[in-house]
C-alpha cells in the first residue's frame, strides 16, 4: 500500500488506478487532503480514481464541493472517477445535486476496478 | 424521503454551517473558504469564487476551480458598482445576454471562459464588500427561482462575514493607534517627569540627583516586592516627583549649609503636604503618586509629618519612597556632613525598622541589593548608583544577609513598635 501523502488518507494503486479512502466525515479538512492525494495520483500517472466511502457516515456541503473539485481535476485529466461503497443516504445525495452524473457508483471497491478497468484499455487524448 | 425534503434539509444544514462558520472568530480567509465551499456544495456548483472590492479592484479571498488570473483582468468603476445596487439577479446572470450590468456585459466572454455562470455582488449596508463568482450547477440544470433565494441568502451572508471581519480589523488598527498613542504620551509624561525631578533637585546644589535616585531605588524595591510593571512604573514617578513641594520652600533653607533651627525645620517639613498640593489636581496615569509624595516622611510609629499616620494608616507606596529617600540621604555627601559607611547604614536600617521603616520594605531592598553583590542579578543599579568605592569589603554580603534574617524572622525586635 502507498504511503498516505497526508495524516488522515489511505490510498493504494491497482495498476493506473488509484482507490482513495474518505474518512468518516467528509468536511473540508479531511476532504481537502483527499482532494491533494487524489491530484498527486493524477500526477504520478493515474488514469482512473476510485474514492471508497466505506468509512464515511456523512457528506455535507463542503464535502460536496470538494468532491466536485475532484471530478473536476480528474476530467480536465481524462481521468474516469468512481465512488464505491457510498451509504444510501449519501447516494440519494449525490444522486439529487448531480453527482452520479459524472461518477460511477459502484457497490464496493473490487466492483468499482472491475469498472474502471474497461476504460484503462481506452488510449487517453489529452 | 421526498426530494424536495432532502433538498431543504441539505439547505438548512448548510446555512446553520455558514452561519456557524461566519460567527466564528476563526482566520478570515479560511472562514471565506469555508462559506464558499459550504455555498457550492448546497447547490453542488461545479466552481466559484469569493473577492473583495477593494477600490476598483477585485481580489481573490477563494477560489475553487477557477484561475486568479482572471481576477487581475478585472477592474470595476464607481457607476458599475452603483448597477448592482439596482439590478435583479437575472441581471448577473452571465448566460442572459445582454443583460443590464455592463460590468458582467463588459466580462462576459472572459466570465464564459471560466466558466462562470453567475455573478453576485455582496451588499452590506449600501456598500459593495466584494463579489461571488459561482460555475453550473453539477446537474447540468439551469438555476431555478428557490436556487437564486438560497444563493442570494448565502451571499449576504457571507458579505456580511467579509463587512464584519473589516469592522473588527479597523477596530483593531484604532486600538493599536490608541496603544501607540497612550504609549507616546506616557514616554513624554515620564520625560517630562523626570526633567521636574532635575528642577526639583537644581534647586538644592547638594542633592543632585537624589529625585531621580529616589526614584530608581523605589522601582527596584518595589520590583523586589512582587509589584506589576504598572505600578513599579508608578512608584518610581513618585520617587522622581516625592519632593516637588520643594520648591515652595525658601531656596536658603534647602541649602543652609548647618543644621536649620525649629523655624526653619518647620518651614522645610512643609514640602511634603506641598507637594500634595501640586500633584493632586493632575491626572497621572498611576494611583496614588500625590499620597506617595505627601507621606513619605511619616514613621510607622507615628512621629513623622505631616499627619503623624501610623503603620497601617501609611500608604506601601510612601513607605518604599520614604525607604529609597533616607538611603539616598545616607549614602550621600551633604553639606554639613560625608555620607555614612555602609556598616553604619545597615545599623541604621535594622534599629529603625518597625519604628521609621517597615521591615519588609527594607528587608526588600536588602534582598535587591544582596543579589547584585553576590551576582545573582545582571544589572547592578544600586551598587552603580552607591559608586564603584562605597561596597567594598567581604563583609558585604554578609552583613545584608544578617539584615534580612533579622528583618524576616518571627517576632523580630524590628516589629516591636507593634
Known amino acids: 500500500m502507498d504511503k498516505p501523502s497526508g495524516l488522515l488518507v489511505r490510498s493504494h494503486c491497482v495498476g493506473t488506478t488509484a482507490v482513495v479512502y474518505a474518512s468518516d466525515y467528509l468536511n473540508q479538512l479531511t476532504g481537502e487532503k483527499i482532494e491533494r492525494e487524489c491530484r498527486r495520483q493524477l500526477n504520478c500517472g493515474c488514469r482512473a480514481l476510485v474514492i471508497d466511502f466505506s468509512d464515511t457516515k456523512l457528506v455535507n456541503s463542503i464535502g460536496v464541493s470538494i468532491l466536485l473539485g475532484i471530478i473536476d481535476v480528474a476530467e480536465k485529466n481524462g481521468a474516469k472517477i468512481a465512488f464505491s461503497d457510498v451509504n444510501s443516504q449519501t447516494v440519494q445525495l449525490f444522486e439529487m445535486l448531480g453527482l452520479t452524473q459524472h461518477v460511477v457508483l459502484a457497490k464496493d471497491e473490487r466492483e468499482a476496478l472491475l469498472t474502471l478497468s474497461e476504460f484503462e484499455t481506452t488510449p487517453i487524448v489529452h | ?418
Open chain 2, 1 to 418: 424521503m421526498e426530494l424536495s425534503t432532502q433538498k431543504l434539509i441539505h439547505t438548512f444544514g448548510a446555512l446553520a454551517d455558514l452561519g456557524q462558520e461566519i460567527a466564528g472568530r476563526g482566520d478570515f480567509t479560511e472562514m471565506v473558504r469555508t462559506s464558499m465551499h459550504l455555498l457550492l456544495g448546497t447547490l453542488a456548483l461545479r466552481r466559484g469564487a469569493v473577492a473583495e472590492c477593494v477600490e476598483s479592484e477585485l481580489r481573490p479571498v477563494a477560489s475553487w476551480g477557477v484561475t486568479d488570473q482572471i481576477f487581475r483582468e478585472l477592474s470595476i468603476s464607481c457607476e458599475e458598482k452603483q448597477e448592482f445596487h439596482t439590478g435583479e439577479v437575472s441581471d448577473f446572470l452571465i448566460s442572459s445576454s445582454p443583460g443590464s450590468s455592463n460590468f458582467v456585459n463588459r466580462y462576459r466572454e472572459r466570465f464564459a471562459q471560466e466558466e462562470i455562470a453567475l455573478l453576485l455582488p455582496m451588499i452590506v449596508r449600501d456598500e459593495i464588500t466584494g463579489v461571488v463568482l459561482l460555475g453550473r450547477k453539477a446537474s447540468g440544470e439551469e438555476f431555478s427561482p428557490d436556487d437564486f433565494e438560497t444563493v442570494h441568502a448565502m451571499v449576504r451572508h457571507i458579505g456580511v462575514g467579509i463587512h464584519t471581519h473589516r469592522l473588527l480589523e479597523q477596530v483593531a488598527q484604532r486600538a493599536e493607534e490608541n496603544r501607540r498613542l497612550y504609549e507616546e504620551l506616557r514616554t513624554i509624561y515620564r520625560a517630562t517627569v523626570r526633567s521636574f525631578a532635575a528642577a526639583i533637585d537644581a534647586k538644592d546644589k547638594y542633592t543632585q540627583g537624589h529625585s531621580e535616585r529616589v526614584g530608581r531605588y523605589s522601582e527596584i524595591i518595589a520590583r523586589e516586592l512582587g509589584w506589576n510593571e504598572d505600578e513599579v512604573e508608578g512608584i518610581q514617578i513618585a520617587g522622581y516627583l516625592h519632593d516637588v513641594g520643594k520648591l515652595v520652600v525658601d531656596r536658603d533653607i534647602i541649602n543652609a549649609p548647618y543644621n536649620i533651627n525649629a523655624k526653619e525645620s518647620s518651614e522645610l517639613n512643609r514640602h511634603p503636604a506641598a507637594g500634595y498640593e501640586i500633584l493632586a489636581p493632575i491626572n497621572h496615569p498611576y494611583a496614588d503618586i500625590p499620597l506617595m509624595a505627601k507621606y513619605h516622611h511619616e514613621r510607622l510609629d507615628g512621629r513623622g509629618y505631616p499627619e503623624g499616620l501610623r503603620d497601617e494608616q501609611i500608604p506601601l507606596g510612601a513607605k518604599i519612597v520614604s525607604l529609597a529617600d533616607s538611603f539616598d540621604a545616607m549614602t550621600t555627601d551633604r553639606p554639613y556632613r560625608r555620607r555614612r559607611s555602609f556598616e553604619d547604614v545597615v545599623r541604621d536600617l535594622r534599629e529603625n525598622s518597625g519604628t521609621q521603616f517597615d521591615g519588609k520594605v527594607v528587608a526588600a531592598f536588602a534582598r535587591a541589593l544582596l543579589k547584585e553583590v553576590n551576582g545573582q542579578s545582571k544589572e547592578r543599579r544600586i551598587t552603580k548608583m552607591l559608586g564603584k568605592d562605597y561596597l567594598q569589603g567581604e563583609n558585604i554580603s554578609m552583613l545584608l544577609t544578617d539584615l534580612i534574617t533579622d528583618l524576616t524572622s518571627v517576632g523580630s525586635g524590628a516589629q516591636s513598635y507593634k
